[in-house]
């Protein structure tokens, strides 16, 4: 697929994890993470894949997928996971980082995962819950705009076609 079609890569781990399964027990964790990855698929394009790579961490790949679209992608699994807690863990809410890879035609996934890789855990560095994108690094304003927005749980998905454009 990736020597044929462009394709990013949003690699997703969800934000002290191991916290959760120390203070309410691995049941519970384990709840979330189902409960996590329903509300992500919700998000997803039916041409997307979600796979577990391990632990709390997750990898959706998204065929023919431009970065403005897996950016897209990306802002609406956040949306909804700020939007209100999982039944799991009704007094709190379950956070995540993301970094999103594109990659174009005749890429290899290496590359493709290295970099999204990178750009999570550069969201992981600079405070956690929103996401980076490996392909432009320079994208700190728009990353202080959304944990702003996300703080704020204003509706995000109507800001994004101004926010993308003028920031991605």
């Known amino acids: ?38 509300r992500i698929q919700r998000n997803l394009p039916p041409t997307a894949s979600i796979g577990r790579i391990g632990g709390e961490e997750f990898t959706i790949l998204l065929p023919n997928t431009w970065l403005s679209d897996a950016v897209s992608v990306a802002g609406a699994i956040l949306a909804s996971l700020n939007a209100s807690p999982l039944n799991a863990l009704p007094e709190q809410l379950v956070t995540a980082s993301l970094g999103v890879s594109y990659s174009a035609p005749g890429s290899d ?56 454009h003028k920031y991605l």
């Not at 392909?135 to 998905?157: C, E, G, H, Q, Y």
Request: charged content about 25%.
């Open 109 to 164: 996934f290496e590359t493709l995962y290295y970099n999204a890789d990178a750009a999570m855990y550069d969201t992981k560095k600079h405070g956690r819950n929103p996401f980076s994108s490996a392909d432009r690094p320079s994208a700190r304003p728009f990353l202080i705009l959304w944990r702003a927005l996300v703080a704020a749980r204003r509706p995000l998905l109507r800001l994004k076609n101004t926010l993308f």
């Open 1 to 38: 697929m990736l020597a044929r079609t462009p394709a990013a890569l949003i690699i997703l781990d969800i934000d002290f994890f191991k916290r959760i399964n120390d203070e309410h027990g691995h049941p519970v964790g384990d709840r979330v993470i189902i409960e996590m990855v329903a």
